[in-house]
């Protein structure tokens, strides 16, 4: 199977967002009269602008899917009338959803189908995937895909949804009908005691993340530890292993990105400082060639500790790299593959006290290539290494792709509203953001799509 290069392209008059309010937010403004020139007038003329460059274009669209693994909930954004400015359209609280269990449901992170009219969420708590139409936010699938659903993600041709299941230690397929709304399990790989893997030496690790290259294949990384790192690579026609490769040679264990137009495979390896041991931790990329199957990139420093997220921008000439525990990172040069720039902080809060400084997580761009959004953790982290993913402010930073700086921080849910009491207090649930993503709404000037595969 190859990847279908017409996955991700935008569709002029995409799907417009949904007219409903849900968990009480109601929605965006209504759209401007698509021709105001016809218009009657009381004078009985037009007010068509004849100039067109005094015609101010109606500004770009998209939304932004952030979950709150803290508090259940997914919230949608889009951007606001001001500039750096975002509005609230509606909040999904998982847990009150028709079939979904009334708590312990943890949405984790997203994908999409590739024309952005269906969400996959994995929910690391409550043991299933969810589907939601991106249209009217509906909820259409509910599978129960195993405790500690990590990741779900659309095969290049949707016909599939796989999940990387920590509890299970397995890769899940479903069979996606997205024409008539359902979803079925129909096969899974138990990782551990497959003869590929085992041959491979690998005796620990669970499926963590995946993405898919352009040979028909999918890329999983092995985790959650540094320590359990490693990398298994699934061919979609038997779905069966083609090739594993331990620690030893690809200790990766979070990132998975494809190249956007070459057969080239970008993977993260983080691991968090231990202060007892007064042991440093790790920040790591590799880079793999995914036609000859061999390392290309054998380990370079993201420049900080427990090396995370990423993602290109939609000029495909950067990828941007984080490190979770540092709140730092790294542009690399996909033609060289190189780092060329540093990023010094993805959350406003920088310190060399990792108690008061940020734990950026995931991020994602928008499709016009002006910002890049970043989750961040609270201070009450859901998954993850404590030291690492505690972060000060929830919620999702923005940043100027062009300078390279933070230019808002948008809290769905402010931590200010929280007590130290609340805080330390289990039954206290503490927004807690990990996925995000970035559903389109219309044609995009970009050189690549927004989200892979590519």
């Not at 750096?84 to 269990?101: K, Q, T, W, Y």
């Not at 969810?130 to 909820?139: I, K």
């Not at 949804?161 to 397929?173: A, E, L, S, T």
């Not at 030496?201 to 530890?225: F, K, M, N, V």
Request: proline content about 8%.
């Amino acid at each position: 199977m190859q990847t279908d290069p017409t996955r991700r392209t935008f569709l002029a008059g995409g799907v417009t967002a949904g007219a409903i309010a849900i968990a009480g937010c109601a929605g965006g403004e209504e759209d401007p009269d698509p021709d105001p020139g016809t218009d009657d007038q009381d004078d009985g003329t037009d007010d068509v602008d004849d100039d067109p460059d005094e015609t101010e274009p109606e500004p770009s669209q998209y939304e932004i899917w952030a979950l709150d693994q803290g508090r259940d909930n997914v919230h949608i954004y889009e951007p606001g009338e001001g500039d750096d400015e975002f509005e609230h359209l509606a909040e999904i609280d998982v847990n009150e959803l028709d079939g979904v269990p009334d708590e312990g449901v943890t949405p984790h992170m997203i994908d999409y189908s590739s024309d952005y009219e269906y969400a996959a969420i994995a929910c690391t708590g409550g043991a299933r995937t969810l589907v939601f139409r991106t249209e009217d936010y509906e909820l259409v699938g509910n599978i129960e895909t195993g405790p500690g659903s990590h990741m779900a993600a659309f095969s290049p041709d949707d016909e599939y949804i796989h999940v990387d299941v920590i509890g299970d230690g397995k890769i899940v397929r479903l069979d996606a009908d997205l024409e008539n709304e359902e979803f079925e399990e129909v096969d899974y790989i138990e990782v551990l005691a497959d003869e590929t893997v085992v041959e491979a030496g690998i005796e620990s690790g669970s499926p963590i993340c995946h993405q898919y290259d352009s040979q028909g294949r999918s890329l999983h990384t092995l985790g959650p530890s540094y320590h359990d790192g490693a990398l298994v690579i699934v061919d979609h026609d038997e779905f069966t292993v083609d090739r594993a490769y331990s620690g030893d040679e690809l200790p990766t264990n979070c990132g998975t990105m494809p190249h956007p137009t070459e057969d080239k495979f970008y993977l993260t390896a983080g691991l968090p400082s231990d202060p007892d041991e007064g042991e440093e931790g790790v920040g790591d990329y590799y880079v793999y060639d995914t036609a000859a199957d061999e390392v290309l990139v054998d380990g370079e420093s993201t420049e900080g500790i427990d090396a995370h997220g990423f993602w290109f921008t939609p000029d495909g000439e950067e990828l941007w790299v984080l490190n979770r525990e540092t709140n730092d990172g790294v542009i690399v040069d996909p033609e060289t593959d190189e780092v060329v720039a540093e990023i010094d902080a993805y959350g406003p809060d920088q310190s060399d006290d990792p108690d008061e400084r940020d734990a950026p997580d995931i991020m994602w761009t928008s499709p016009d290539g002006e910002y890049m959004f970043v989750t961040l953790r609270g201070p009450d982290p859901q998954s993850g290494d404590p030291h690492a993913a505690t972060g000060v402010t929830p919620g999702f930073s923005v940043l100027s792709v062009e300078d390279r700086e933070i230019v808002d921080v948008v809290e769905p849910d402010p931590i200010d509203d929280y007590s130290e009491a609340d805080i330390d207090d289990e039954d206290t649930h503490i927004p807690d953001f990990h996925g995000i993503g970035v559903v389109p709404r219309g044609d995009f000037d970009s050189e690549i799509p927004n989200s892979p595969p590519f």
